[in-house]
């Protein structure tokens, strides 16, 4: 990609260069190179190419001589034709990962036989309602619709030898209009539900379209640019993929649920492979990596129980009226009537009123000495959680339907006999400590085939909190791992 044209930073007309992703600004002042002067920031720079196209850059970062952005967009058409492109409909995604996902081979029927001596088998292609599939979505107040949408194309040219196209691209179609502004994350949605869909960080979208809707049609108005070092070496297949066949039912509350990360500020996915190359490897820092997002995926998918909980609102009542029977918690942790984040509310719930009338009536230089001690003790307390050895205890036991036939696999090829459920959690997470804590011991075969356990337990928590079913998992599971 090459153009050339002007910008509009700070009320000024500023040429630019835009080569191989980069964007080089040529300055009035010919001493701007020597003292580019300090980087300064706009979600927004307007510009016009020198073809008369209008181009915006998304999330820039910019000195006088050079441009960073995230994203970029060049109108399809020439200035003046329509308004200026602030807002779209609909943003769609085409590439080898939305291929391997929608399966354009769906998109024909072939007839069967093996006689062609009177005409070739005929190739037909579906209904539309066939091919293409809807689903709802909503990322907090944000409502639109997903979509895999086909687009056929038929090869009347006597120089090429295929006989058409059939080209699927996923979209997101909004109720309302969509600030471009937002175009980054929205294509980090995207990409975060494609590495999930493959197992595989390296997703690239060859094209990237914006749509806007008038009497029910939509037209492209712009292409997107997004400012990626990612290689190109995808070879994830319909054999070692989720794809739409065996998500059909949830894949729009897969997608949310994904996509929710990015908004929560949630960046744990490195326990997908990079690539296929990285695939089969177990470093100290992936298996650190991968320990991390277990335990994030653990806390979402089996939260602590609530205060409408009985049990729980019958222990916190018995233990706001006195402090010091800890007896009463200690038995319903261990009768498993609540978790240690119920009984650390509880606790500190009823310390924090009685101590609040302990230092009611103190002077000021007395309680601040007090709320140090009272503080550090709350710090400490709220540190004691349920161990990863026991996280990863809890998961192996309550996915062991998912998990068995992995785990025979993995164990068979690597020649070892899979521990109990408890000690596999033990040594999983002393692996993790000691690799933390500075002092790690060699990999074996038993903290490989653990890791890819704990990879496997991830999918499935997410799976579940998608509503994935039983049937679907399995299918997942097994070509994943």
Known sequence: MEH?????????????????????????????????????????????????????FIGCRYNSCILIYKALIISDYNIGIYPEITKFDRICFEGR?????????????????????????????????????????????????????????????????????AIPNFSLEYEKGKNIKYIPQIYLMAYDFFCFLNFRRNIIFNKITLQIKKDDIFYPIATVYVNSNINDDFDRNENNSIISTDCIKFWNKLFSVIALRRTQKIYDNFYI?????????VTYEKYLACALSFESEYTRLYPTKKEDNKSYAEIHNIFVKTADELNVIFHAIQ????????????????????????????????KRKTDGYFNKI?????KIDYSLADKYKNALNDNIEYLQPVIDQLCKHNNITFPSAYEAGTIFADFRNKIAHGNPEEIKSIHCVLYEIARAMIYIMILKMSDADNKSIKTIISKLF
């Open 273 to 281: 492979p990079l690539n296929s190359k990285e695939a089969p490897t």
């Open 335 to 366: 009768n498993d009537q609540i978790t240690f984040n119920d009984f650390f509310q509880i606790y500190i719930d009823g310390v924090n009123k009685k101590y609040t009338k302990l230092v009611k009536n103190s002077s000021k230089t007395k």
């Open 4 to 56: 050339t044209g002007y910008i509009r930073i700070e009320r000024k007309k500023i040429p630019f260069y835009l080569k191989d992703k980069k964007v080089h600004l040529i300055p009035d002042n010919p001493f701007a190179s020597l003292m580019p002067g300090n980087i300064k920031e706009k979600e927004i720079v307007k510009g016009t190419t020198t073809d008369n196209r209008e181009i915006t």
């Open 378 to 382: 709350k710090d400490s307390l709220s």
């Open 97 to 165: 990962a939305v291929n391997t996902f929608a399966g354009p081979g769906r998109a024909f029927t072939s007839e069967k036989g093996s006689d062609t001596s009177n005409q070739m088998k005929t190739i037909i292609p579906k209904k539309w309602e066939d091919i293409n599939f809807t689903g709802e979505a909503k990322l907090k107040r944000d409502k639109f619709k997903l979509a895999i949408i086909f687009t056929i194309r038929h090869n009347l040219k006597y120089d090429k030898t295929s006989m058409g196209e």
